[in-house]
Antibody, heavy 118, light 107 residues
Framework: QVQLVQSGAEVKKPGASVKVSCKAS????????IHWVRQAPGQGLEWMGW????????NSAQKFQGRVTMTRDTSISTAYMELRRLTSDDTAVYYC???????????WGQGTLVTVSS | SYELTQPPSVSVSPGQTARITCSGD??????AYWYQQKPGQAPVMVIY???ERPSGIPERFSGSSSGTTVTLTISGVQAEDEADYYC??????????FGTGTEVTVL
């Protein structure tokens, strides 16, 4: 069965960086984009960007451009999202999702809580 | 980037019909998706391509589109449908956005 397993919770200080991993199994990793979505406590879903695991091409929300890097390692079917220059506003649960553009393939990871605190 | 606007909350009695709207200028040209999210859980897609229902999603969930508004309809609402619902769409460049979210309360 399709599974996306994310790395564990992180606590970071303001100004630091965080890198979250997302290991895919149960399907061909290069067939579907990996999206990154975050949700601050008590807030709505916020789309951050996607990576095409086949080409490495990325697209990110304007808000995160220059601060987010999405990469992948096809040899281990794992995608990564690195967010730099963290502030308390970046405290959130970060999700990865494997998604086909039409929506017919849509699977999510369990989420990774990132807490930014001095 | 564009925005998708949803009502903050919808209340409905069990067995009645809940309708959640999502408005955005790009919706006539782009597909919409709907997600259900329960507390502490990852979102689950309940509608894709405006009106298609994924395998395993109950038939009481349906979607429709008219102009700049898409609508998620839950017919015969059950207590288990109490959750937050988000619409999502993308522009032609592949940039996605979520709606503001709607909390559905089953009275």
């Amino acid at each position: 069965q399709v599974q996306l397993v994310q790395s564990g919770a992180e606590v970071k200080k303001p100004g630091a960086s965080v890198k979250v991993s997302c290991k895919a199994s149960g399907y061909t990793f290069t067939d579907y984009h990996i999206h990154w979505v975050r949700q601050a406590p008590g807030q709505g879903l916020e789309w951050m960007g996607w990576i095409n695991p086949n080409t490495g091409g990325t697209n990110s929300a304007q808000k995160f451009q220059g601060r987010v890097t999405m990469t992948r390692d096809t040899s281990i079917s794992t995608a990564y999202m690195e967010l730099r220059r963290l502030t308390s506003d970046d405290t959130a649960v970060y999700y990865c999702a494997a998604k086909e553009r039409s929506g017919s393939f849509d699977y999510w990871g369990q989420g990774t809580l990132v807490t930014v605190s001095s | 980037s564009y925005e998708l606007t949803q009502p903050p909350s919808v209340s409905v009695s069990p067995g009645q019909t809940a309708r959640i709207t999502c408005s955005g200028d790009a919706l006539p040209k782009q597909y919409a998706y709907w997600y259900q999210q329960k507390p502490g859980q990852a979102p689950v897609m309940v509608i894709y391509k405006d009106s298609e229902r994924p395998s395993g999603i109950p038939e009481r969930f349906s979607g429709s589109s008219s102009g700049t508004t898409v609508t998620l309809t839950i017919s015969g609402v059950q207590a288990e449908d109490e959750a937050d619902y988000y619409c999502q769409s993308a522009d032609s460049s592949g940039t996605y956005v979520f709606g503001t979210g709607t909390e559905v309360t089953v009275l």
